[in-house]
């Protein structure tokens, strides 16, 4: 099994920013990738961004609504992987999931989920 464990959500303003931290523990061998989903009371899951986690040719994938204000990382070393949030706006607001995988997005593995709340 594999756990994951979300931090760094809080209030922030309109142009703000964030970083979310995600540690993975448990069989991490398993994990072929990491990534974010949001929701917001209501709505369905949506992906966010997601990465390798091993060094590969493949480039980290973002959603469109975030392109170029977010970006996505991970230190292999600490089982991590970071969500830099800049420019943030009002509807960026919502709980953030760590998910992992081992062949495929959304993988089996998700967090407990962390609050980020834009104000105006």
């Known amino acids: 099994q594999v756990q994951l464990a979300e931090s760094g959500g809080g209030l922030v303003q309109v142009g703000g920013s964030l970083r979310l931290s995600c540690t993975a523990s448990g069989d991490v061998s398993k994990i072929n990738a990491m990534g974010w989903y949001r929701q917001v009371a209501g709505k369905q899951r949506e992906f966010v961004a997601a990465?390798?986690?091993?060094?590969?040719?493949?480039?980290?994938t973002y959603a469109n609504s975030i392109k170029g204000r977010f970006t996505i990382s991970r230190d292999i070393a600490k089982n991590m992987v970071y969500l830099q949030m800049n420019n943030l706006k009002r509807e960026d607001t919502a709980v953030y999931y760590c998910n992992a995988a081992e062949l495929r997005f959304p993988g089996d593995y998700w967090g407990q989920g962390t609050q980020v709340t834009v104000s105006s």
């Open positions: 990465v390798p986690i091993l060094p590969s040719a493949n480039s980290p």
